[in-house]
Structures are given as structure tokens and as C-alpha cells.
């Protein structure tokens, strides 16, 4: 065993440290704008549409940067790309940090984005293209482990500073850090070994291959890389220079590999990943928490699930394989999501009523129930505790005070109405019994997303394309998980008015169920397969659920025009075809 899967060199584990530290900023990003908004909606008395904005601004921005960073990343290169990704990070810290008003804080969100779309696009291709073939996965999850350990941190950091008005600034502030880090160590590594070949540096190349892989594997990977070049080339003259997105389109094994790709991005997002994690906090009050601090606390340890998760796909990648962690994880899922939505159900079914009405309430006291009003984003449910236990039978709708929503406008839970210790105020959320249930299904969704529909899609991606078109591609499979993220965001609200929220719950599940058919279709096995090799498995016919360990390339036409295999099983073996001498490119497939 040791001979085919030798110990990783230290020179490959710091290139592989170095490198995550873009997917824990991107993690660090995503978890650490719901505590921050805590505080800045009292600082600057943010409506819903400017939080909104300061969450949407900077997803939109990370799905420009990521289309445009597949471009960057053939032109400049790998290197370069995380380069600069890592400064824009660092000036936009900067500004979200040290910003005088909303309108800047805007900017620097949007400049954050660009970075974070940059290094969600390049990073994970850096390590793939490094890493030995053995424990390319591997070292691809450690990226989505430091995306999940990103999050996490995210969450204790929020935890931590919000006891002072202005810890949101030091929320910000503090993820230069590993910036700066990334910035000064990416100064000192090189570019990645493929990309150099590419580029005609091939003794560069050689050197960092040595530094990976010693010198007498070196010599054979770099000739395995050159072979592929040398024969891309060759295709590449035949197109006379066409650009890089009209052969994607025209290569029949590159574009169904691209719907793959994106597909799976996509399918991660309509999961329900981000609904899960926006529920996080309103779950744990349903649980009986009323303290924003203690809800922070604990929404940063059930969110440290999906690292956990993270953590377990690190171990498991290399033996079972991608394609099995993905429909694994997504069949889980599926389940996961029905559950929370019976937990949901559940809650509406047995939601207290709305009956002790405030004449002064508004269209607040229009609401016969609390789960109707707490749907409407001006409204809140006040009750009173029933002993120890949260569980009531009625209560009172009462606006929001939109100067601070810990308290309603009017009535009994109002500041100047002398609030009594067992008077609760409801802003988002129903007292039931059935918030455990909601909870039980949410640390379980997280720790299965992690294990595989969390990290395979970003491994998948850096595996499935040709060199020449991986930058390309996996920008526009990135920039598909921003808009869908996007897409998400702006919607949810609306969805759950018009179909409730165990509704939003139900059709995340049928989602899922259709992205379990079309990943079961089309989805082969990377696993302990070459980079240049990959491609080719999607030069089969539609379907890939039988898809194996062997792996045909179909790439050479013999004189009577009939399709005969270039490659044998896992060993790439040559076959000697009689008569064979014509060379048929991958896109003439």
C-alpha cells in the first residue's frame, strides 16, 4: 500500500495550509454577517431592505469575481489569481471595519465579495493540479474543512464581541488576519505544475513537481502532464485559435462535464443549506433561549456540525469514493429536510392563538395565530411563560419597535410597559414543544451536508475538466453556486410567506430528490484517477450509475470509421489497433 500511496511531503502540506486559508475566509465571510448584523441594525438602524442589501451585495459580487476569475486564472495564472484575491480581502476588512456610515460599509461588503469569488474559484483548483493523484481529495477537503472551521470560528468570534456596541468592527476587522498570512506565504510558493506546462515553463514545472512528489516520480507525472499538453495542442491548432468558450460548447465531453459541474453546485445551494443555517438562531429561541449572546453561542457550536461532517469526508473520500458521499449525503438530506419540515408543521399546527388583541396593534391584531404573525416582518408574538416551560396556548400580536426589536411597539412586552420576568417577546419565532424536534433535524442536516454535498462539489469541479478549460469552467460552476446562493437569499422571505416555512422545507426536499436522479445519471468516479484522464469518463453514453473503477477513453478512430478504446482500464494501457492511424480530438465525439 505504501508503494502506490506514498506519504505526503511537508512541502505539499504547506502549499495545501497556505492555500485553504481562502476557504476559511470564504467561511469566516458567510458566518460572520448574521452577528454582525445584530449590532448594526441597532447602529445604524438598518431596515430589511439595507440588511438585505449587505448581504446580497457582497454574494453578487463573489459570483462576478468567480466567472471572471476562471478567465484570470488562465491568463495569470493560479498564483497570481490567489494573490490578489487575498489583497482585495484585506482592503475590504479594512474598509467594513473602519467605515463611518452604512453607505461605505456597503462598498466594503462588495469589495469583500470580489475577493472571496476569486478565491472560492481558484483555490480549490491550485490544490487539485498539486496534489499527488492519491490524495487529491483529500487535500481538496482540507479546503472545505477550513471553509466549515472558517464558519465556525465565525460564530465564537460573534459570540464573543457581542457584548460591546462596536464589536462589530473587530468582527470585520479581524479577518484581514489570515489574510495577510495567505498574502505573505503565497509569495514564497509557486505556481501550479499544470499551468506552467501549459505555459511553456517546463523545467519550473519540473522543479515544483520534484518538491511534491520526489525526483523519480516527478519525471513521470511531468511526462504524463506534457503528454496531455502536447496533444491538447494539437487540438487546439485544429480549432485555429477559437476561443476557450466556444470548445467547451463544441467538446460534447467538456460540456456535459460543465452540467455536471454546475449542476452540482447548484443542487448544493437548493439543498437547503442556507435555510438551515438562516433558521439556526430561531430554532435555539424556539428551544426556550432568549439571550442574543447565550443564541450566538449556541448556533456557533451547532454550526461546528458541518466541520464535524468536514472532517469525517476527510477520512472517507479516498476509500469510498466521491460519487457515493454525494448521493449518500444527498439521500440524507432529503430526509433530513422532510423531518424539519414536519418539525415546522408541527409548530404551525400547535402554534398558540393570537387572542388577547390590542386595539392599538394595527394590522398586527389581524393575526388570529402566532405563526401567522410572526410571517409578517413589522409583527411579533408576546406571551407569557407557562411556569418553566416555554409552551403557551395564547398570546398577543403586537408591532415590531423598529428602533429595537427586543421589544414590541405597543402592549405588554413594549419597554415602557414595565416587561415582567415571565413575559416573553416572540420577534421571529412560536414558544412550542416541537423546537427540539426542528433542532435534532437541523445538527443532523449539517452533519451529513458536511460529509459529502458540503465538500464534493468543490472536489468534483477541480477534477472533471481539461486543463485548458479548467479555469473557465470552474469559474462558471462557482459563479453558479453564488447566483444560486443568491437566489436563495432573495427569495426565502417571500417563499415562506407564500408557502409557510415547513412549505420552503418540503420543496427544498423535492429539489433534492431531483438533484439525487440527475447526480445518479450523469455522476461517475473521479477516485485515484489522473486529471488528464477524468474528462473522458464523460464521453460515455448518458448514463454513469454503473460507472466502475475501469474507465474507457474513447479516443481513436480506426480506417473503417468504427470507435475503438485508446485507454485500458485504470492501468492506461495502449491497445494496438491494426489499422488505427487516425487520431480523432475529444470534441469531434
Not at 431592505?49 to 459580487?61: A, D, H
Amino acid at each position: 500500500m505504501t508503494e502506490h500511496n506514498p506519504s505526503l511531503t511537508s512541502f505539499i502540506k504547506v502549499l495545501t495550509f497556505f492555500a485553504a486559508l481562502g476557504g476559511f475566509l470564504f467561511g469566516y465571510d458567510c458566518g460572520i454577517i448574521s452577528g454582525a448584523l445584530v449590532l448594526l441594525k441597532t447602529e445604524y438602524n438598518l431596515s430589511t431592505l439595507w440588511q438585505q442589501l449587505i448581504v446580497s451585495i457582497t454574494i453578487g459580487s463573489a459570483a462576478v469575481a468567480a466567472l471572471a476569475g476562471g478567465f484570470l486564472n488562465d491568463i495569470l495564472g493560479r498564483k497570481r489569481v490567489i494573490l490578489l484575491a487575498s489583497f482585495i480581502f484585506t482592503i475590504g476588512a479594512g474598509v467594513m471595519a473602519g467605515t463611518p456610515n452604512k453607505e461605505v460599509l456597503l462598498v466594503g461588503r462588495l469589495v469583500v465579495g470580489l475577493g472571496v469569488g476569486l478565491a472560492a474559484t481558484t483555490v480549490p483548483v491550485y490544490i487539485a493540479e498539486c496534489a499527488p493523484p492519491h490524495a487529491r481529495g483529500r487535500l481538496v477537503i482540507v479546503n472545505g474543512c477550513c471553509i466549515a472551521g472558517g464558519t465556525a470560528t465565525a460564530g465564537v468570534i460573534a459570540g464573543s464581541f457581542s457584548y460591546f456596541s462596536w464589536g462589530w468592527r473587530i468582527m470585520f476587522g479581524l479577518s484581514a488576519v489570515p489574510a495577510i498570512i495567505q498574502l505573505i506565504g503565497f509569495l514564497f510558493l509557486p505556481e501550479s505544475p499544470r499551468w506552467l506546462v501549459r505555459h511553456g515553463h517546463h523545467q519550473k514545472a519540473l522543479e515544483v513537481l520534484k518538491k511534491i512528489h520526489g525526483s523519480q516520480q516527478a519525471e513521470k507525472e511531468h511526462e504524463i502532464i506534457q503528454n496531455s499538453e502536447r496533444k491538447q495542442k494539437r487540438i487546439e491548432h485544429e480549432q485555429k485559435g477559437r476561443s476557450v468558450v466556444l470548445q467547451v460548447l463544441e467538446t460534447p465531453a467538456v460540456r456535459k462535464a460543465l452540467i455536471v459541474g454546475c449542476g452540482l453546485q447548484i443542487i448544493q445551494q437548493f439543498a437547503g443549506i442556507n435555510t438551515v443555517v438562516y433558521y439556526n438562531g430561531t430554532i435555539i429561541r424556539m428551544s426556550g433561549v432568549e439571550s442574543d449572546t447565550v443564541t450566538l453561542w449556541l448556533a456557533a457550536a451547532v454550526s461546528s456540525c458541518s466541520l464535524i461532517g468536514n472532517l469525517i469526508s476527510l477520512f472517507l473520500v479516498s476509500k469510498v469514493g466521491r460519487r457515493k458521499l454525494v448521493l449518500g449525503s444527498l439521500a440524507g438530506l432529503v430526509i433530513c429536510l422532510i423531518f424539519i419540515g414536519v418539525a415546522f408543521l408541527m409548530i404551525s399546527i400547535t402554534a398558540p392563538s393570537a387572542d388577547i388583541v390590542n386595539p392599538v396593534a394595527g394590522i398586527c391584531a389581524s393575526y388570529s395565530t402566532c405563526s401567522d404573525c410572526i410571517l409578517e416582518e413589522n409583527c411579533g408574538f408576546c406571551f407569557r411563560q407557562n411556569g418553566s416551560s416555554y409552551v403557551t396556548n395564547s398570546g398577543s400580536c403586537l408591532p415590531v419597535d423598529k428602533t429595537d426589536i427586543k421589544h414590541s411597539m405597543v402592549g405588554m412586552c413594549s419597554e415602557i410597559y414595565n416587561k415582567t420576568s415571565d413575559t416573553v417577546w416572540g420577534y421571529d419565532f412560536c414558544p412550542s414543544s416541537f423546537g427540539y424536534m426542528a433542532l435534532a433535524g437541523m445538527v443532523m442536516y449539517l452533519l451529513i451536508f458536511g460529509q459529502g454535498m458540503g465538500p464534493m462539489p468543490w472536489v468534483i469541479n477541480t477534477e472533471i475538466y481539461p486543463t485548458w478549460a479548467r479555469g473557465f469552467c470552474n469559474g462558471c460552476a462557482t459563479a453558479a453556486n453564488w447566483i444560486s446562493n443568491l437566489i436563495i437569499s432573495m427569495t426565502f422571505l417571500s417563499l415562506t410567506e407564500a408557502i409557510t416555512r415547513y412549505g420552503a422545507f418540503f420543496l427544498y426536499a423535492g429539489i433534492a430528490v431531483v438533484g439525487f436522479v440527475f447526480l445518479f445519471t450523469l455522476l461517475p468516479e473521479t477516485k485515484d484517477k489522473p486529471l488528464e484522464d477524468i474528462v473522458h469518463l464523460f464521453a460515455r453514453p448518458v448514463c454513469s450509475c454503473c460507472t466502475g473503477e475501469s474507465y474507457v477513453q474513447y479516443d481513436i478512430v480506426n480506417t473503417e470509421g468504427e470507435e475503438e478504446p485508446l485507454l485500458n482500464d485504470t492501468k492506461n494501457e495502449v491497445k494496438t489497433i491494426p489499422g488505427s492511424d487516425t487520431v480523432k480530438p475529444l470534441n469531434a465525439l
